[in-house]
């Protein structure tokens, strides 16, 4: 297990955890209704995201950057069918949700892009 990837995901993921159910507490009114089930989605793909990559830096290195291009481009594609059918298929009049989704979406990526990018430097080394 590579800890260089995982540590930061893991600390990640307290610190949002932390900050996302306190202010559900503090503030009832502020979330809409499925921001538990974004917030698992989410968990769960970045997840798988950070397996296969770190699986791909152990079997090819050359390709983890294309591997990291292809997993981006992937779950961008399923957040956005997750968004159509949150707004679309539930009918939810708030933005609440989809605002939640897509702010918790950026940081994931923002963690994704530091951390992926700092492994592939530090192995073409």
């Known amino acids: 297990m590579n ?3 995982w540590k930061p995901f893991i600390l990640f993921l307290i610190i ?7 202010v559900a507490a503090a503030f009832p009114g502020l979330y ?19 397996l296969v990559f770190q699986k791909s830096l152990q079997q090819n290195p050359k390709a983890a950057a294309l591997i990291f ?8 594609l399923l957040a956005m069918i ?5 707004v679309m298929g539930f009918g939810i009049d708030s933005i609440n949700d989809s605002l939640f989704f897509v702010i918790l979406y ?8 530091v951390v992926f990018t700092k492994n592939v430097k530090q192995d073409k080394r």
């Open 16 to 22: 949002i955890n932390v900050i996302a159910w306190s």
């Open 82 to 86: 997750y968004i159509l059918v949150l």
């Open 32 to 50: 809409g209704i499925s921001w538990p089930w974004s917030m698992a989605i989410l968990v769960v793909l970045n997840a798988l995201s950070f």
């Open 3 to 5: 800890l260089t990837i």
């Open 69 to 76: 291009l292809a997993l981006t481009t992937g779950k961008m």
């Open 106 to 113: 950026l940081l994931f990526l923002a963690l994704e892009v």
